[in-house]
């Protein structure tokens, strides 16, 4: 695919984050060529709003009909795994980006990664706000050692879901990958893991409230990191809106303000407000500071430019496939760990 070529896409699901997706694709003048969903009903309205003629209720017939550049998983956690194995299977797709968490275990998380491997197709991983101008900006302050050496990264990514949100929402609902362990805390592990530039040793976790199906609507989590490191994070579907991450190194620190996906064009769900600016304080052991602000980003838009600069280049994205494995054995080991209330190796 050269810079002056269009690029195909074809997106499976057709709730709120593939309309997000859908309309990333208008933006960039990138061909949304084939859509895919089990009901005829949401095909009708999605592929009318968004022009898009061919519409399959099948993943098979999508697949058996077009080649593609990219393709978009945006379905419930359950069906992420099955669906970009059989599209990595097909041969036909040089790009699958699945919507975060890429997989419901380790396991399939594994098994995904060596089917794109095998294939040679580009497994990316949904964490849109991987291509945000303030990540670039923070991890590029981390690289150069401004703040030393990463001792610590405290996070906290909470909504009040709980209260506002339907009963039937699939939040609440472990068999379609909902529960605050695997929806938001799966930001605040992929962001600790990267901050620190490795994996946890061991973790620890406890929530403290669930639904009557299972799903965890808070988790507290303590990551132990080699030579001492550790993260500690919380995320919540019980508490107000907030967003915070600070990094902690031996000679300053890095305090994040919205530093997840509350900047981007979809957040009228439960939000009305317009979208608010990034800020990124840097502070340094002689009580300096630095403040850091990045305007409204369109992160969907910005991550489908990083896949189409992948795919022209040859290089490989933040949010990969390979870098979603180690997320995934980390939130099963949390997991694990609120279950039996003891600390869990890796």
Known sequence: MSASQRPMMGIVGTGENARDHAAAC?????????????????????????????????????????????????????????????AMDSGRIRAVLVEKPMAMNAAEAVEMVNRSRETGTLLVEGFKWRYDPQHHAAFELLASGRIGAVRSVHGAFSAPLAGRA???????????????????????????????NGDPISVMAVTPDATEGGAELSAAMILEFDEGRVALLQSSYTQAYHQSVTVIGTEGYLRYVIPFDSRSSRDAEFVTTPPLAARIDIYGNDFSLETLEFPPCNQFEAQLTAVFDALRTGGQVPASGEFAVGSMATLDALRTSIASGRKVAL
């Open 26 to 86: 208008r933006a960039l003048s990138a061909d949304l060529v084939a859509i895919c969903d089990i009901s005829a009903e949401a095909l009708e309205r999605f592929g009318n709003e968004f022009d898009c003629a061919n519409r399959y209720q099948s993943l098979e017939s999508l697949l058996d009909a077009h080649h593609l550049d990219v393709l978009i998983i945006s379905t419930w956690g359950p069906h992420h795994a099955p669906l970009a194995l059989q």
């Open 166 to 196: 339907g009963a039937d929402n699939w939040r609440f609902d472990p068999a379609r990958g909902g529960g605050s362990l695997y929806d938001t805390a799966s930001y605040l592990v992929h962001f600790a893991r990267a901050a620190m």
